[in-house]
């Protein structure tokens, strides 16, 4: 256990489906990341966000939505994804933005029919 | 663009043995270096990290940088079969403070 948990762990939906993934961080972090696993590709970046405020996005389609009410939480809105869109949708935190130790929640699995 | 580099793999090793793991990187700005365990259907965990050039040793585990050659490894000496997973090498350029992740290299090591 890393301290940092995710839920749904897996999640099966349609394109036009509307959907969130959770993370809660129970580290005292001030920095949260959204990060998008693809087979045989390298982690991708998707959010930071600081202290609940975004700093970063990498290009990521509108379709993807995130929010962070608070530092220990970090949400990503799902709205009418694409199949190309299944991966694993991994949650990190780290102490703050400028110190990269980061620790990862055990995921969500998603597939999008 | 930033890139990190490792060979695909697999590296096969028998059990006992050590396991050498490369990674390179193309931006020289680059401030810190981790090492990330994933085993299959799991996250990834943070083993090792090194930010001076030289050698870092904890345990099994040992991180080699060079940053004038823009490389690290990760030795894993008397290697386990519960070392078996695949290894993510990730770079921090300092600048915004982003992790640029390796495709990661899967070790095998055979009993």
């Known amino acids: 256990e890393t301290g940092v948990t995710q839920t749904p762990r897996h999640l099966v939906m349609g394109m036009t489906n509307k959907k969130s993934l959770k993370c809660e961080q129970h580290?005292?972090?001030?920095?949260m990341y959204w990060y998008k696993q693809s087979a045989k590709k390298p982690l991708e970046l998707m959010f930071v966000?600081?202290?609940?405020?975004?700093?970063e996005n990498n290009s990521v389609p509108s379709r993807f939505s995130p929010e962070c009410p608070n530092s220990s939480h970090l949400f990503l809105h799902l709205h009418t994804l694409q199949p190309e869109d299944s991966a694993l949708y991994l949650c990190?935190?780290?102490?703050?933005?400028?110190?990269?130790?980061?620790?990862f929640g055990p995921g969500t699995r998603l597939t999008v029919l | 663009q930033k890139e990190v580099e490792q060979n695909s793999g697999p590296l096969s090793v028998p059990e006992g043995a050590i396991a050498s793991l490369n990674c390179t990187y193309s931006d020289r700005g680059s401030q810190s270096f981790f090492w990330y365990r994933q085993y299959s259907g799991k996250s990834p965990e943070l083993i090792m990290f090194?930010?001076?050039?030289g050698d870092k040793e904890d345990g099994r585990f040992t991180a080699q940088l060079n940053k004038a050659s823009q490389y690290v490894s990760l030795l894993i000496r008397d290697s386990q079969p519960s070392d078996s997973a695949t290894y993510l090498c990730a770079v921090d350029t300092g600048a915004n403070s982003k992790l640029t992740f390796g495709k990661g290299i899967t070790l095998s090591v055979r009993p």
């Open positions: 966000y600081s202290l609940e405020e975004r700093v």
């Open positions: 090194i930010y001076s050039n």
């Open positions: 990190a935190s780290s102490q703050s933005y400028s110190y990269n130790e980061q620790f």
């Open positions: 580290l005292g972090h001030n920095a």
